[in-house]
């Protein structure tokens, strides 16, 4: 099965600073995801990438930056961290090889003081 | 844009009664949906997908059918488990190269002995 793992599992940040969440895979999937999670709310699309170098904003950008140095590697990043922005954040891949199914990692709590 | 709704946030059942948990969407593309599991503190999981329309397809005792006259992709299962005590969310793609999925709002299936 894909392998998908984020670091840190947890997160505890002070607001206004800056928090780097990551994403590393091993399956070679073009396009990666971040999400984050809320109650209420299921999974809400923040930022993907299609390949290396390349990000695109989701449906709720803001406030969040990515980084796709490598096929591999997902970041997103944090610059001015709020206290809404307390969730649960996971990183999926996948593409056309995995028939569109998305792989996700084990997630990140980030809780913003 | 694309939208997915599921009505009951939490549904509680005794272990080896039918469950339905409904799902319906809206999109101007060509559905391909899917049900994700997340157990408590882990990950979100594939647990079924289609495309076809009137096309049953099942897996691990769950089943689904994608209605698109009725835009609906319902999961069923006709007999719960304790085991299926989690989250269920249902999922749009919007069948473009980046595979972007909409999620529902989650539904949480508790299972009772």
């Known amino acids: 099965e894909a392998a998908v793992t984020q670091s840190p599992r947890n997160k505890v940040a002070v607001t206004g600073g800056k928090v780097t969440l990551s994403c590393n895979q091993t399956?070679?999937?073009?396009?990666m995801y971040w999400y984050r999670q809320d109650t209420g709310h299921g999974l809400r699309l923040i930022h993907y990438?299609?390949?290396?170098?390349?990000?695109e904003k989701g449906d709720i950008p803001d406030g969040y930056k990515a980084s796709r140095p490598s096929q591999e590697n997902f970041s997103l990043i944090l610059e001015l961290a709020t206290p809404s922005q307390t969730s649960v954040y996971f990183c999926?891949?996948?593409?056309?090889?995995?028939?569109?199914?998305?792989?996700f990692g084990p997630g990140t709590r980030l809780l913003v003081l | 844009g694309d939208s997915v709704t599921q009505t009951e946030g939490l549904v509680t059942l005794t272990k080896g009664l039918p469950v339905m948990l409904n799902c319906t969407y809206q999109?101007?593309?060509?559905?391909?949906l899917f049900w994700y599991v997340q157990h408590l503190n882990e990950a979100p999981k594939l647990l079924l997908k289609?495309?076809?329309?009137?096309k049953r397809t099942e897996h691990q005792g769950f089943y689904a059918t994608l209605h698109k006259s009725s835009s609906s992709f319902h999961l069923q299962k006709s007999s719960v488990q304790l085991s299926d005590s989690a989250l269920y969310f249902c999922?749009?793609?919007?069948?473009?190269?980046?595979?972007?999925?909409?999620f529902g709002a989650g539904t949480r299936l508790a299972v009772c002995p």
């Open positions: 289609s495309s076809t329309d009137n």
């Open positions: 990438s299609y390949g290396a170098g390349s990000t």
């Open positions: 999109t101007t593309y060509s559905p391909f």
């Open positions: 999926a891949s996948g593409d056309a090889q995995s028939q569109d199914t998305q792989y």
């Open positions: 399956n070679n999937h073009n396009n």
């Open positions: 999922a749009l793609s919007d069948r473009g190269s980046f595979n972007k999925l909409t």
